[in-house]
C-alpha cells in the first residue's frame, strides 16, 4: 500500500514545521526508554501549532467555517529507541490528500546524530457538525494545496 510506504519513508515533501523538545521523565518507562505511546501527544501537539499558525485554529473551525477535522487512523514505525534527555526534532509534512481526508506526516529524529528514530502519519478527515464526513471544504482544500508546495498563506490569502 503506498500509505504504508510513506510512513516508512517520512514523506518526501518540504517539511512544514519542525519543534525541537528534549525527552522528559514523564516520556519514559522506568528504565529510561521512551515509551511507545509518547509520540501521539508530540505528534498532536505539532498538528494543532501547524493548524494554529495556519488561522485555522482547531477550537474555532466549526462555529468560523463550519466543520472541523477528527483523527480517523494513525500509524507509527518505531525505528530506534531513544531514552531520557535525548534532544528530538519532530518535522511535520503533508502527505496523501483524498477527497474527504488528508495525510499528516511526521519524523522524529534525535539530534545529537540525526538518525531518524521514529515516523508516523495521522489521517484527519473533515466533517460537519454533525459529525458525517464531509468533502474537504474549499478554505482547507486551499491550505492543503499551498502546503503542498511548501507555501503557508496569510488569512486573507486564505478567503480569496
Not at 14 to 34: E, N, Q, V, W
Not at 74 to 103: H, K, N
Not at 120 to 147: C, F, M, N, Y
Amino acid at each position: 500500500m503506498a500509505s504504508d510506504t510513506r510512513v516508512a519513508d517520512g514523506g518526501t515533501g518540504p517539511a512544514l514545521h519542525s519543534t525541537t523538545f528534549r525527552l522528559s521523565y514523564a516520556d519514559t518507562d522506568p528504565a529510561g526508554i521512551l515509551y511507545y505511546g509518547a509520540w501521539f501527544p508530540w505528534m498532536e501537539r505539532m498538528q494543532s501549532e501547524w493548524f494554529w499558525l495556519n488561522d485555522l485554529r482547531q477550537d474555532q473551525l466549526k462555529a468560523r467555517y463550519g466543520f472541523w477535522t477528527v483523527t480517523a487512523h494513525t500509524a507509527c514505525d518505531y525505528l530506534q529507541a531513544v531514552g531520557l534527555f535525548d534532544e528530538i526534532r519532530i518535522e511535520l509534512r503533508l502527505g496523501e490528500v483524498g477527497r474527504r481526508s488528508f495525510e499528516m506526516l511526521h519524523r522524529m529524529v534525535r539530534t545529537s546524530d540525526g538518525e531518524v528514530v521514529a515516523r508516523a502519519r495521522i489521517k484527519i478527515v473533515a466533517v460537519s457538525p454533525e459529525q458525517t464526513s464531509v468533502g474537504i471544504p474549499d478554505l482547507l482544500r486551499h491550505h492543503l494545496d499551498a502546503w503542498a508546495q511548501g507555501a503557508r498563506l496569510t488569512p486573507t490569502e486564505a478567503l480569496s
